[in-house]
């Protein structure tokens, strides 16, 4: 949705159309929406959030009629982010309540955020959670623990939100399934009272 191509830009908001219909139709319980990348230095971050603010803005009003929750996701690296920490939190904030926020825990890690501090923000808007690992260098997508990340202190800002947080395991593409029922037990163990529970219909896509 960031691309300096306007056809690009386009066919992006069209897919995110279908898959709001589509959402709707399963009952999934939000869509992800990846809000762009800036991949060159020679094109401006600030008109990417501006293009990812107008196409947004676009699918909150096609979604009115659906009411799909729409969670904005952190995407990509320090140089590749739209966003700095204030600027995403900024950016959710603005659209008052009208989309929510699914917090990539690895991303923010290689972008330098501070994860108490953007988890106490977001709190309002925070309805789901990305969980994996990074050295702070690569986005390796790795088993909690296995990067340096500090999980406690991340877990207990979590801890502090709703108890109906999304939290999804978002390890790499062929990580054994022994390393994925580890990460679900961690997840369990950090959170005793969180899984299980029911979720109330959401506001946001309202």
């Given amino acids: ?10 066919a992006a908001i069209d897919a995110y159309r279908s898959s709001i219909v589509f959402a709707a139709a399963v ?18 971050k600030e008109t990417a959030r501006k293009r990812a603010a107008q196409a947004i803005e676009e699918l909150c009003r096609f979604n009115a009629p659906y009411r799909v929750p729409l969670l904005v996701e952190n995407v990509g690296t320090a140089k590749t982010s739209i966003f700095t920490q204030e ?11 009208r989309i929510g ?8 890690h290689l972008c330098g955020w501070d994860l108490p501090q953007t988890i106490g ?5 925070l309805f789901a959670v990305h969980f994996h690992d990074n050295n702070g260098d690569e986005d390796f997508h790795l088993p909690i623990g296995e990067g340096s990340i500090p999980w ?10 709703r ?8 390890y ?18 950090a959170f005793p009272n969180e899984f299980g529970l029911p979720r109330p219909a959401s506001g946001f896509g309202s």
Avoid at 87 to 93: L, M
Avoid at 101 to 108: E, F, R
Avoid at 152 to 161: A, G, H, M, N, Q
């Fill in 172 to 189: 790499e593409i062929g990580t054994p399934m022994k390393k994925l029922i580890e990460g679900s037990a961690l997840l369990a163990r």
């Fill in 101 to 108: 926020s699914l917090l990539d825990v690895g991303h923010a």
């Fill in 121 to 125: 923000r977001l709190n309002p808007y």
């Fill in 87 to 97: 600027e995403y939190i900024g950016f959710i904030e603005g659209f008052g309540g």
């Fill in 27 to 44: 009952h999934a319980e939000h869509v992800v929406i990846h809000p762009g990348f800036c991949y060159a230095s020679v094109f401006r």
């Fill in 1 to 10: 949705m960031t691309s300096e191509n306007a056809q690009a830009r386009q």
């Fill in 163 to 170: 108890p109906e947080l999304r939290l999804v395991l978002e």
């Fill in 152 to 161: 406690p202190s991340v877990y207990r800002s979590l801890r502090e939100c």
